[in-house]
Nanobody, 124 residues
Framework: QVQLVESGGGLVQAGGSLRLSCAASGRTSSVYTMGWFRRAPGKDREFVAGIAWTGSNTYYADSVKGRFTISRDNAKNTMYLQMKTLKPEDTAVYYC?????????????????WGQGTQVTVSL
């Protein structure tokens, strides 16, 4: 099994920045692709960004392109999401996800492991 723990969420004003972290533990040798999803109040969970094992392939939702950057440090078994120019519509619970395949996924059904989520609130 793989355990994922997110951290770094909080309250920030519009235009501000936050960096989320996702620490993996357990059978981390089975973790390749990782991603971030989010669920805003009253909405379905949606894909935010994904990253391949090597970090060379990254994908972003159109809504965050140019503002968010996903990265990973495999030596630390940790993934990051640097969020800049935050908007109130970015307010959501952010989830870390991982699976054992090589292709970056954008659908939540394709991820095997999930964290509990961290709240990000962006105020006006």
């Amino acid at each position: 099994q793989v355990q994922l723990v997110e951290s770094g969420g909080g309250l920030v004003q519009a235009g501000g920045s936050l960096r989320l972290s996702c620490a993996a533990s357990g059978r981390t040798s089975s973790v390749y692709t990782m991603g971030w999803f989010r669920r805003a109040p009253g909405k379905d969970r949606e894909f935010v960004a994904g990253i391949a094992w090597t970090g060379s392939n990254t994908y972003y939702a159109d809504s965050v392109k140019g503002r968010f950057t996903i990265s990973r440090d495999n030596a630390k078994n940790t993934m990051y999401l640097q969020m800049k120019t935050l908007k109130p519509e970015d307010t959501a619970v952010y989830y870390c996800a991982a699976d054992g395949t090589l292709s970056v996924h954008t659908r939540e059904s394709e991820y095997d492991y999930w964290g509990q989520g961290t709240q990000v609130t962006v105020s006006l």
